[in-house]
């Protein structure tokens, strides 16, 4: 079950990546029941990310934000701090998404100031950066230069235990 489990998340994100949607979505599910089970908390967090991104495609941000931040704790718990760092990444483009530049912003100062100190690590369940870099320079050109760079100087001060906490 723990293999399987495993397994579930990695055919699940293929599946997304690939714009099915479809197929990625109970894979997934099956993924997260299996790690539930068998106490694997690592899983837990992975699938969870890989849900909150589908959730994200789906434009379900509600659902999505609820992901993230269970992952996140979940994370943060894990001391897995290039974890911590993609979760808050997605809360911020959910935030951006929901039109609150501010937060998204802050989480954004807040995502970089932490990989800057760790020596990331890879996932396949990390998506393509670009697609990060494209809602950053969207969102700096909706909020403005000054006020977009207080809110990411903000975040960037931040601890990663004040990230988690404010996101």
Not at 18 to 45: C, F
């Amino acid at each position: 079950k723990w293999g399987a489990s495993i397994q579930f998340c990695f055919l699940a994100v293929a599946w997304r990546d690939r714009g099915d949607h479809g197929r990625a979505k109970p894979l997934a599910e099956r993924g997260l029941a299996l790690s539930r089970e068998v106490g694997e908390r690592q899983g837990i967090s992975s699938v969870l990310y890989t849900l909150a991104t589908l959730a994200q495609a789906e434009r379900d941000h509600e659902r999505a934000k609820d992901l993230f931040e269970e992952g996140l704790k979940l994370s943060a718990e894990l001391r897995n701090e290039a974890d911590v760092a993609h979760f808050l990444e997605g809360l911020a483009s959910t935030a951006e998404a929901e039109g609150r530049i501010e937060r998204a912003a802050c989480l954004w100062g807040a995502e970089e100031a932490l990989l800057g100190n760790i020596e990331p690590a890879v996932y396949t369940y990390v998506p393509d950066r670009s697609l990060h870099r494209s809602r950053v320079d969207a969102a700096r050109s909706r909020l403005g230069e000054e006020a977009f760079e207080a809110a990411w100087s903000e975040g960037r001060a931040m601890t990663p235990e004040q990230a988690v906490g404010y996101a």
